[in-house]
């Protein structure tokens, strides 16, 4: 079965779900181009998850994705929310920041009982998992609903634990990928490969589908994972300069600058290593820090910086998400990205 008969779509290309920089309309216009459009449901509640879908309906009749997040939330940990909040004092302090009015909370949830019930009313063609999945008994009310179920490795014990465990098929975040890692067997970030290295392992190993993802922004890099095995690509920092992204104009003008060329990973915007464009905060502080909270504990502390340098038109503490290969993105529709990218499958 090719990977298009398994999701249902015309192209073995799947829009890479990417929480924060856009909602269901770049999906559904990937979906209508053939491709298909998925949407982040991290950052989402339940009720904001329900209006997604139901204007995801009125603008696709198409199959689609839901991606959710499986990380298993961290005891709050108040000694070390003072200190990572200490370090940042000097930069409250410049941009007029009173910690005592900064919120608390996780800003991204795991996948959870609501969030089920939504896929069994819904019913999407796909369900994606990021940091591995959901318990069984969750992922088995997914598995009824009839969804495919996906999720991401980033190493060849990741891809093993997960085919065991019954996904349809596996996707290879190769270190190069934008956004946050998906590893979730091991923290260790020298285990970690690029994509072209870490998906023919995968090929050769797996039984199920093996989908290409990070690095992979023109028809060129599909080629070359399908050459090396892919069933097909999933592409993400591609469509961050569509029209359809709901970046800020800050972070696209980034996308677009020669600051684009050097991106780094990062814990610092998170808790969790994730890649972006580097910039002040990541320069000044190193862009991995022991002292950051557990994720999603750390976005609460860095939330309101990047709101008062946003608000003066910097992105000094923005997480500028950003993969290594988006140097040579152009400002395009998110259908006319979808076709040329569909040029690599030929």
Request: aromatic share 6%; charged share 15%.
């Amino acid at each position: 079965m090719s990977l298009q008969e398994l999701l249902g779509s015309e192209l073995p290309l799947i829009q890479a779900p990417m929480a924060g920089s856009q909602d269901h309309r770049l999906a559904a216009a990937v979906c209508e181009a053939g491709g298909l459009g998925s949407i982040p449901c991290a950052m989402l509640t339940p009720i904001a998850l329900r209006q997604a879908l139901q204007a995801m309906r009125e603008l696709t009749e198409r199959p689609f994705n839901l991606n959710f997040f499986s990380h298993v939330p961290p005891e709050p940990d108040a000694a070390r929310e003072a200190t990572w909040r200490q370090a940042l004092a000097p930069y409250y302090a410049e941009l007029g920041v009173d910690q005592a009015s900064i919120a608390s909370g996780p800003g991204r949830l795991p996948f959870n009982a609501e969030a089920a019930e939504l896929v069994e009313e819904f019913r999407p063609a796909v369900v994606s998992f990021h940091f591995g999945l959901p318990d069984e008994t969750l992922l088995q009310r997914v598995r009824r609903s009839g969804a495919k179920i996906l999720s991401s490795a980033t190493t060849l014990a990741e891809a093993l634990w997960l085919e065991e465990r019954g996904v349809d098929a596996v996707i290879a975040q190769g270190l190069e990928a934008g956004g946050h890692r998906g590893h979730f067997l091991d923290d260790d970030l020298s285990r970690q490969l690029g994509t072209f290295a870490l998906l023919p392992q995968l090929v050769d190993a797996l039984d199920v589908p093996v989908i290409a993802a990070g690095g992979i922004s023109d028809a060129r890099g599909v080629a070359a994972a399908m050459a090396l095995g892919a069933a097909g690509v999933q592409v993400g920092s591609a469509y961050l300069l569509c029209p359809e992204a709901t970046i800020s104009a800050i972070h696209r003008a980034a996308l677009q600058s020669p600051a684009a060329q050097h991106t780094a990973l990062t814990n610092l915007f998170s808790g969790r290593p994730a890649r972006g464009i580097v910039n002040r905060l990541m320069r000044e502080m190193g862009p991995l820090s022991t002292q950051v909270p557990a994720f999603p504990l750390a976005t609460a502390a860095i939330a309101p910086l990047r709101a008062a340098a946003e608000a003066q038109g910097s992105g000094d503490f923005s997480p500028l998400w950003a993969g290594q290969h988006v140097t040579s993105c152009r400002p395009m529709p998110a259908a006319e990205l979808t076709r040329e990218l569909a040029r690599g499958f030929a």
